[in-house]
């Protein structure tokens, strides 16, 4: 392999100016909604759906400005720093609260805003007849501003403040429904699992600190290089941690299917644009860190190429379509992970794909809301089947994104996850193999589960019942699919082959040169697209041609493992909530008997002693007396013995 990498992130940044002066806009427009309705109460139900989309497109036009504004500069500025006020003065050690508005965070803005705006359009007519839909609104504009802060943060310590916004938000979201005790305990799963991650992020940062003496990107990345190698990779590992958690991988990935209990649009945010994009940001973003810890990074790598496989193999048994939609996300985050873990030469790449896959999954989502609004909220897939011909903006907008995530070309996905699988064959030894062969199995099987789902949903008889009457979503709903579907479509051709995008990033995540994958880039494409076709002629012979049982039949043992999300549930009771409660069982009883029994049992002794002494203090002369003549006779005998 020759390699013409060049270091990364070495971009300084510059003073805002311009457009970029305005960047804090791009997150007090939205938080601004969020207050409003919030504090407003019942008064904003009329106007505060509307007011919330609008500060979301607001937004998105404040971030288009910034953009434009940094495409006229020259590269070496392409980085603008804004500080807003002196944020953390604690002696020697100062922290201004700063947004850095730079090629990567400006990515993250246009998708966020974009795709986030169009799921508040669409949520004004799926929320149309839900009597709290104010503050539904006011959840999904919090949401826009907390993942604007993660992204625009110029230190760790600012993202984690962003990072934590992002999981309140989605725990507000997820649970928006509480009034049923699933979605309710779906909330509280997603919460918790986070946490974990949480404390593995700011365990991170704790130590950034103590190694470089400061926790903005900055001073971390002008440190690393003469930091101790133990303390990079385990700030690397410790992001990892953290990355897990928010992108739901491997081995903390159990939440995001539950999440699916919160109302559709809330899946398609999450989803596409925002929550379970943070993990793939973070590790991007910390390219200087991974870069220098190489085993650090191969644990992305592992991590991601797990999960991929993961997902793919639990998409195959889903029965509920957004269930399914959940584990094909689990399963490209999976993908963007393993890219981010190849380092400079797949940095690029995992955004990219993170770009693409946010148009197509969003569209997918916001399909999948569309069929069932039309099927009185019915998920099960062997209830659907033949909607293409009563719902034909759906199954097109749906159709096209399924075409995008199969990497069918020339749609968006395969000028991304292409680029994902031929850079997996780069390397040496046993790498290229295992990673570039996860890669390429992961688009077969996600070939076939993700056309299982389209032709289950779309075609074949029809299996609804009598009293069902599937009809078309209203204009609200649609339109932002259409929009979408475009981008699913054209999306990556558009920044794909000319290479643009991948050059827009050049500055944040380095150069890299002419790689030679393992195998002929000619061989690992043709490969990857028979077996695409092949996963979706499999599915269309199983689930369009053939007649598919209303009723799941029994499978085979991994077909039962993979409805059951290979037991993952079982497994984290078995390794960690178990073993947790006995230990906690056992510090309560060794408190409660041992230090609290020793010193409650001193007291009781002390105070038996002290009752019955003061039943002597009774008041009576005869019984002062009787002791005094106690007293005597005692001494006496005392004396007498001793003489």
């Not at 990497?407 to 996850?417: D, H, I």
């Not at 390397?427 to 077969?444: K, N, Y």
Request: glycine letters at 12%.
């Amino acid at each position: 392999m020759t390699s013409l990498i060049t270091e990364g992130s070495g971009l300084a940044p510059v003073d805002a100016s311009g457009a970029s002066a305005f960047v804090w806009l791009l997150i007090a427009l939205p938080l601004l909604g969020a207050a409003v309705l919030l504090l407003g109460g019942r008064r904003t139900d009329k106007f505060g759906p509307l007011l919330a989309t609008a500060l979301s497109w607001g937004s998105f036009l404040v971030g288009v400005a910034i953009i434009a504004h940094l495409i006229g500069l020259p590269t070496e500025e392409r980085a603008q720093h804004l500080t807003l006020w002196n944020w953390v003065p604690a002696g020697s050690f100062q922290l201004d609260l700063g947004l850095l508005a730079d090629p990567l965070s400006l990515t993250f803005v246009m998708l966020i805003t974009f795709v986030g705006s169009l799921i508040h359009v669409y949520s004004i007519g799926y929320m149309e007849h839900d009597p709290d839909k104010r503050r539904f609104f006011a959840y999904l504009n919090l949401f826009i501003a907390s993942m604007l802060l993660l992204v625009l943060a110029d230190s760790y310590l600012l993202l984690f403040v962003g990072w934590e916004g992002v999981g309140l938000a989605s725990y507000l979201l997820i649970g928006f429904w509480n009034w049923n005790p699933a979605y309710a305990s779906a909330a509280n799963k997603a919460f918790f699992v986070n946490r974990v991650g949480d404390l593995g992020l700011s365990i991170a940062i704790m130590v950034m600190f103590v190694t470089f003496g400061g926790v903005d990107y900055a001073t971390v990345n002008e440190g690393v290089a003469t930091a101790n190698q133990g303390a990079i990779t385990a700030i690397g590992l410790l992001l990892l941690v953290g990355a897990c958690g928010k992108s739901a991988q491997f081995p903390l990935q159990s939440w995001l299917g539950d999440a699916m209990a919160g109302p559709t649009p809330v899946s398609a945010l999450i989803h596409a644009a925002t929550m379970v994009t943070a993990g793939v940001y973070l590790v991007v973003r910390s390219n200087v860190i991974y870069d220098a810890t190489p085993d650090a990074r191969l644990a992305v790598a592992l991590v991601g190429a797990i999960t991929l496989v993961f997902g793919a193999i639990v998409g195959c048994a889903k029965d509920d379509i957004k269930k399914a939609l959940a584990a094909s996300t689990m399963s490209q985050i999976g993908y963007m992970m393993l890219a981010a873990g190849l380092g400079p030469v797949g940095y690029a790449f995992a955004i990219f794909h993170l770009l693409t896959h946010g148009f197509f999954k969003a569209g997918m989502f916001l399909g999948a809301g569309s069929v069932m609004h039309g099927m009185n909220n019915e998920v099960n897939m062997r209830r659907f089947g033949g909607l293409s011909t009563v719902m034909k903006i759906t199954w097109a907008t749906f159709a096209l994104g399924w075409l995008a995530i199969l990497g069918v070309p020339p749609f968006s996905g395969f000028w991304s996850k292409d680029k994902v699988i031929e850079a997996a064959f780069v390397g040496e030894g046993w790498q290229p193999w295992v990673l570039g062969g996860a890669a390429m199995i992961g688009a077969g099987v996600t070939a076939f589960y993700m056309s299982r789902l389209f032709f289950m949903t779309f075609h074949g008889e029809r299996r609804w019942a009598d009293d069902v009457h599937p009809h078309e979503s209203p204009r609200t709903m649609t339109i932002p699919m259409i929009v979408l579907a475009v981008g699913s479509a054209f999306l990556g051709l558009a920044l794909g082959p000319t290479g643009v995008f991948t050059h827009w990033l050049e500055p944040v995540v380095g150069e890299h040169g002419e790689e030679h994958p393992v195998l002929p880039i000619p061989v690992i494409m043709a490969l990857t697209l028979a077996l695409v076709a092949a996963g979706a002629y499999l599915a269309w012979v199983r689930y369009a041609k053939d007649v598919v049982p209303e009723v799941a039949p029994r499978g085979s043992v991994l077909t039962r493992a993979a409805r059951q999300d290979l037991y993952q549930d079982a497994v984290n009771e078995g390794l960690f909530m178990r073993p947790g409660i006995h230990l906690t069982r056992g510090l309560v009883y060794a408190d409660a008997k041992g230090i609290d029994g020793a010193v409650g049992g001193l007291a009781a002794l002390v105070g038996g002693f002290s009752s019955r002494l003061r039943r002597l203090q009774n008041g009576y002369a005869r019984s002062y007396a009787l002791t005094m003549l106690s007293g005597v006779v005692a001494i006496l005998g005392i004396l007498w013995v001793i003489q």
